[in-house]
């Protein structure tokens, strides 16, 4: 399984890091996990692109995690696609019913599927990959994700957007790598999202083996200030933590 960063930003923009989108990728299968702005950019300069991308699977309905699905869907009808899968959480359907009543012209230009994602009735198959959700805790209705090929390959965790809480960690327990929202650093006082030392702290408290962790949704306020970030995460957790960055590619095995 292949991860690639699309976008490790968030809602606003800093001129190096696109909003949220991940490439996840296995064999001839390929899935786009949420298509923020620029992250179309940022497929388009894969070897996939966005012609080899059938599916989108959002983890919530914010701007900077869905903007780029309507210029998606239109790059797609340009190239011949005729095709597109889009998942998510409850309200997913409604929201492409929304922005087609917006932009009528691209009504009936792709035969689409909408598959709604509930926890409860997860583990479900996208792709090829089997994905487990559980809801995190942020100001809108949003899924962390946990993705797996098989039982006996190693899975890969992305958080969405959320604060930091142990049972999250714990969903994430066996996988190579966890992707997590790390949006500020300690002097910002936020909600939503956590800071190093909170997400330091339960990284720590939780009952989980980990791979490699991976920080994104990465706010302006943190430029400059990475390794600070870090010094603040390792005085809680002695884990591998890293910055993600668009365009890094990682093989999860």
């Known amino acids: 399984m292949e991860l690639t960063f699309l976008g490790?930003?968030?809602?606003m923009p800093t001129g190096e890091r696109f909003?949220?989108?991940?490439?996840?990728?296995?064999?001839?299968?390929s899935l786009l996990v949420d298509?923020?702005?620029?992250v179309l950019h940022g497929l388009a300069a894969t070897e996939t692109g966005y012609e080899g991308v059938d599916t989108v699977l959002f983890t919530h309905h914010h701007l900077d995690h869905v903007s780029d699905l309507p210029v998606l869907m239109k790059a797609r009808w340009l190239a011949g696609a005729e095709t597109l899968t889009i998942a998510g959480p409850e309200g997913t359907e409604q929201l492409v019913t929304d922005l087609l009543d917006v932009h009528e012209y691209m009504q009936g230009r792709l035969d689409l599927t909408f598959r709604e994602i509930a926890p409860d009735e997860t583990p479900v198959e996208l792709e090829g990959f089997e994905i487990s959700?559980?809801?995190t805790r942020h100001s809108m209705y949003c899924l962390a994700y946990r993705f797996e090929r098989t039982s006996e390959d190693p899975a890969f965790v992305f958080s969405?957007?959320?604060?930091?809480?142990e049972e999250l960690v714990e969903f994430a327990d066996g996988a190579a790598v966890l992707v997590h929202d790390c949006s500020f650093?300690?002097?910002?006082?936020v909600s939503n999202h956590p800071t190093p030392s909170q997400l330091g702290e339960v990284l720590d408290a939780a009952d989980a083996e980990l791979g490699r962790v991976y920080l994104t949704h990465l706010y302006p306020h943190t430029n400059g200030k990475h390794d600070e970030m870090l010094d603040s995460l390792h005085d809680q957790?002695?884990?591998?933590?890293?910055?993600?960055r668009d365009g890094l590619t990682l093989d999860v095995t």
Do not use: H, I, K, M
């Open 133 to 135: 959700a559980t809801e």
């Open 8 to 11: 490790t930003g968030s809602a």
């Open 19 to 29: 909003q949220t989108g991940l490439l996840v990728e296995s064999d001839d299968d």
């Open 237 to 244: 957790y002695d884990g591998d933590v890293r910055f993600a």
């Open 35 to 38: 298509c923020g702005s620029g």
């Open 185 to 189: 650093p300690d002097e910002v006082d």
């Open 160 to 165: 969405g957007d959320t604060e930091a809480f």
